[in-house]
């Protein structure tokens, strides 16, 4: 091999390398976006588990395999329903002001009820130790339909949720809330 050969078979391996690493971090920049999305919490309708100003990670692929549980913390696309009773989105909003973020508390099939200072599960008390305070209100029993789930907000007394206007669609889905990271002495698991 002559040295002009040599030298100038060194520069397209870097080339090479450069080309595969940003082929690779653009991949993976993709792969991220397609999974994970970094979302505010403008109200206090979570507290106190998410408050105001807080930074939250979506775990997007998380119902992929699975369905939703009752505790999960979900976003979701607004119902039509939603976003005219909690004065939110509109036509004209956009996708973005459109979500919502709340607590899951029942299940397709279950009967919900809220009475006596208690959600009800199918006539049970259900367990709620993250709650602001008990609700001071009363709704149902209702029976949540197939493919559809019943949230709450944590902060029971001033969430415009499910106890307003219904049901989320299975469907209106977008990831399960599953990082806090910011602000810092908050971060973690959610």
């Known amino acids: 091999m002559s040295p002009s050969n040599s030298s100038s078979a060194k520069p397209n391996i870097f080339l090479w390398l450069a080309a595969g690493l940003g ?3 653009i991949a993976a920049f993709v792969a991220l976006r397609l999974a994970l999305e970094a979302r505010y919490i403008p109200s206090k309708a979570m507290e106190p588990t998410l408050k105001v100003g807080d930074r939250i990670l979506i775990n997007k692929l998380a119902y992929l395999s699975t369905d939703p549980q009752r505790g999960d913390v979900v976003t979701f696309i607004a119902t039509e329903e939603a976003s005219v009773i909690c004065g939110g989105a509109t036509e004209s909003s956009s996708r973005t002001n459109n979500v919502y973020i709340k607590r899951i508390v029942g299940l397709p099939g279950e009967k919900v009820e809220i009475r006596n200072q208690q959600v009800l599960i199918n006539g049970q008390p259900i367990q709620e130790s993250y709650i602001l305070e008990k609700p001071d209100y009363q709704y149902g029993p209702q029976s949540v339909p197939a493919n559809s789930y ?8 001033n969430s415009c949720d499910s106890h307003y ?24 698991v959610i």
């Open 165 to 188: 206007w219904g049901f989320v669609p299975r469907a209106n889905m977008m990831g399960k809330a599953v990082w806090r990271y910011l602000p810092p002495d908050r971060s973690g």
């Open 23 to 25: 082929i690779l971090s």
């Open 150 to 157: 019943f949230v709450l907000g944590d902060s029971r007394n």
